[in-house]
Nanobody, 121 residues
Framework: VQLQASGGGLVQPGSSLRLSCSGSGRIYSSAVMAWFRQAPGKEHEFVAR????????LYADSVKGRFTISKDSAQHTMSLQMNNLKPEDTAVYFC???????????????WGRGTQVTVSS
């Protein structure tokens, strides 16, 4: 599955963005889909993940209450609704697919091209 993230942009603090992740093939029920982000000079940081079969979700503390991960099983797409964005959310956001219920980037086998999110006044 080749993944592609989209929906990034330049917004002011307090604004919202919705990122989407689509793939070239179907996403099987055994999959765990996740969002990671990478700020300049930093490692990939876990943002949120969702188990495809049950829609169970988990968020990083830094985004809990502001971001919502969701899936559309019929369309094999995933979204990340980001509200109340802060300058520290600025990063390239990636979607990834794996099998393990994990926060570690190494546990995800398929990665998409990222989308830039910049939060600045």
């Amino acid at each position: 599955v080749q993944l592609q993230a989209s929906g990034g942009g330049l917004v002011q603090p307090g604004s919202s963005l919705r990122l989407s992740c689509s793939g070239s093939g179907r996403i099987y029920s055994s999959a765990v889909m996740a969002w990671f982000r990478q700020a300049p000079g930093k490692e990939h940081e876990f943002v949120a993940r969702i188990r495809w079969s049950t829609a169970r979700t988990l968020y990083a503390d830094s985004v809990k209450g502001r971001f919502t991960i969701s899936k559309d099983s019929a369309q094999h797409t995933m979204s990340l609704q980001m509200n109340n964005l802060k300058p520290e959310d600025t990063a390239v956001y990636f979607c990834a697919r794996g099998i393990q219920w994990s926060w570690q980037p190494a546990d995800y086998n398929d990665w998409g091209r990222g989308t830039q999110v910049t939060v600045s006044s």
